[in-house]
């Protein structure tokens, strides 16, 4: 098969759109996580996405979205076009052919892929069907990316200046497909590269944290500086564009220090370049020699499976108590009865023996402890349904903190309040 010359390219790709195939996707029977990955792997190379699309399998419909995406019709067009889905081996799996239609390209038989997919049926031990050869009909002169994680072959086809990368569907396939081959194939068509880092907040609004750092945001230029906000926290983006990766990681660090000592900040900050709070925690801890014991009632183990997701976590987590009675609060923590007669078990009285309790039987350096009302029962007056306490016990003193999340769903107020607690115990490290 003639390859896809790449000199054949003869302007850089700045612009992309995404197209994911699949009626399934339109449905709702499948999340389509394909176009978010996507999209922050093309931002990392210093390609823009402008648009993003689902079509369902018909080549109809997806002709006219591939002619929507190269030839602009209402918007700029697009330098590049990455399609995921509908390489498969059955009837509706139509994407090669529509985009070799496209391209006005024949389609041929690619020995090798062939070869590869008969080797794999041979070694799964499985029947290989007729329709599976449809897997290895190629556009003529197309870059064929071997699939090593499945049996449908990626593939890339193009002239002058409009490029399409074809990747299969399931995740599986497309994220190290994407990562392995597309990525370097790319690379010599961009003109530099993006870094971004990320400064992760918790315990502030979008908007405080936009007044707070507006000068800041509107005199960037290159990094730029960008607040998102997500389920009970903040996370600044600091991207920065440049001809290497040392280069713009260089012009983002000096953007990320100034930001971290800012004073109207700097408590609410919790880490920087991390996934989540408790892979902050986990790390901060690891770092202290430090080791950290839990208590929950309303959030019923959530504390210890977020803590215990993290790798390494092992070496700081020694493990928590579910006490979701008074009873067992009592006998596995040592709550004094007296505490939740005068107080209740929803109280900053019982939130701080919980975590002190915690701390002392498993003999860690930090407990702590979660009590509340989830809901959508229970509460009271004083305390009402989405009312939370969380306990802070290191060996100087205890801190206690009461939440309140109105209205908010039974999962919500687990959630906030799990991530709230992880982020106080960050800062009793710090």
Known sequence: MASFDTRNRTAPIRTAEILCVGTELLLGDIVNTNAAFLS????????????QAVVGDSSERLRVALADAFEGHGRPAADLVI???GLGPTYDDLTKETVAAYFGRAMELHEESLARIRDFFTRTGRVMTPNNEKQAMMPEGCVVFPNDYGTAPALAIGDGTRTAILLPGPPAELIPLFNEQAVPFLRRFTEGILISRNIHIMGLG???VEAMLHDLMVSSENPTVAPYCKSGEVRLRITARAADE?????LCDGLVSQILQDPRLAPYI???????????LVRLLTDRGM??????????????QRLTAIPGASAVYTGGFITYTNEQKIVLLGVDPSTISAHTEVSAEAAAEMAQGARTRLGTDIGLSTTGYAGPGGGTDVNPVGTVYIGIATKDNVVTHRLYFPNKSRDYVREAAASRVLREAVHAVL
Do not use: F, P, Q, W
């Open 291 to 304: 080791t950290l014991a839990t208590a929950e009632s309303c959030t019923g183990g959530m504390l210890g």
């Open 40 to 51: 922050k792997g093309l931002a990392s190379l210093g390609i823009a996405v402008y648009h």
């Open 246 to 250: 040392s280069s713009a990681r260089e």
């Open 270 to 280: 919790y880490g920087v370049d991390c996934d989540n709070i408790e892979t902050a």
């Open 206 to 208: 979008e908007s405080t």
């Open 83 to 85: 399609l995921s889905g």
